[in-house]
């Protein structure tokens, strides 16, 4: 069993991933804010990572490729100027003849908000909102943080062991 998080910043994604995502941080990052998550792949039914360390996706229709597939390329570009080592982790358009339980699929919805199955499981998808309200207030940013949950990330506070790591102060 392995931990690994990475941070998504509304400008950045940047990584602590040994292996897969490695990426010096920058110079005041301590400064920005954060969001954290965590990835911890189990065989006993936990998150699975994608078959090759490739993720496969297609979008649902037409409609759904013509507004979020710049978005998705911009969403992974950000994982890939941060440091993201495609030897270990990577994505691609799946083939038309790809079985839908191994690809994930991408549909847009008219909604302010997003949700992704988070890992490789039976039929994973990504509903992502095609706007600005929600979120980190960037599409690009929320295609990252989704794109994230996609190859396996929770949040922080999901971790099983978060509270040795995160502190909650409610007023």
């Known amino acids: 069993m392995y931990f690994a998080s990475f941070l998504v910043t509304s400008t950045a994604v ?5 292996g897969a995502l490695a990426a010096p941080a920058p110079a005041g990052i301590f400064d920005v804010e954060k969001r954290f998550f965590t990835i911890n792949p189990k ?3 936990g998150v699975k990572t994608w078959p090759d360390h490739k993720l496969k996706y297609r979008f649902a229709d037409d409609d759904s490729k013509d507004k979020l597939s710049q978005v998705f390329k911009d969403g992974w570009k950000l994982w890939t100027d941060n440091g993201v080592d495609t030897d270990n982790v990577d994505i691609e358009e799946a083939d ?7 690809v994930l699929m991408i549909k847009a919805i008219d909604e302010a908000k997003a949700k992704t199955q988070v890992g490789y499981f039976n039929k994973p998808f990504m509903n992502f909102g095609d706007n600005e309200d929600y979120g980190l207030l960037d599409k690009t940013a929320n ?8 190859l396996g990330f929770y949040h922080e506070h999901q971790r099983e062991d978060r509270d040795d790591h995160v502190v909650f102060n409610c007023k």
């Open 143 to 150: 295609m990252a943080h989704e794109i994230g949950h996609a």
């Open 96 to 102: 038309e003849d790809a079985k839908p339980e191994n």
């Open 14 to 18: 940047l990584s602590t991933l040994p």
């Open 43 to 45: 065989a006993d039914g």
